[in-house]
């Protein structure tokens, strides 16, 4: 079973790369195989909104989101980290999704017919594990988490929570502080083993 971690962060080490990996190293403790994959150094362009995808069921623009839906598709559970900029994901983090949520969509739907009800089969994503996991120095969480929820649910996943949000605090001054952050630690850890039992036992 596999667990990738998306971290959405422009940075270096950033603060939301320590969480991300935080909670995979727990999953890997817990016996899953895990991948962190940053967009930092990644060419993921934005949508273009071509509907190329419905029809085709791949994406018309070649950059590095092919290797990335692939592995999407090949986890059973998907972090999806992301720093708050201006109350929202980063834009790199939303074209992947646009581009993999959408794509996903048609992967597992053939309805060319304009007549054809949107009489949905589920997505690519459908039954995946999926846990957001933000970082702020100090607001806009809410909406931000809200986001990462939100594409979740509207792609047929298993949302997992934590004892708290699935947030973390750092970055005051931009530092790349979160180790200083116990409490989302702790929130971290105890996300990776809700992870863990949720995908354990629906692979039972
Ligand atoms: C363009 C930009 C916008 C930001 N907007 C917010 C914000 O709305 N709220 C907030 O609390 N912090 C904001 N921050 C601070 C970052 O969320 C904070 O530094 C975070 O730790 C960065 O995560 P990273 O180290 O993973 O990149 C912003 C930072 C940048 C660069």
Known sequence: MK???ICGSPREKSNTEFFVQLTLDELKKKGFDTEFITLRNKKVQECSGCYYCANNNECKIKDD?????REMLQADG???GSPVYHSSITP???ALLDRAGFLGRWVANDMKEKKQAYDWKGTAFSGKV???ITVARRAGQNFTFAQLLLWATVNDCIV????YWNVGVAGKGGNVDAHEDTEGIGIMKHLAENMAHVIKQLNK
């Open 92 to 94: 790199k983090l939303k």
């Open 3 to 5: 667990i990738i971690g």
């Open 78 to 80: 998907i972090i999806l």
């Open 130 to 132: 999926v846990s957001p």
């Open 160 to 163: 997992v929570g934590s004892n």
């Open 65 to 69: 989101f092919d290797d990335i839906f």
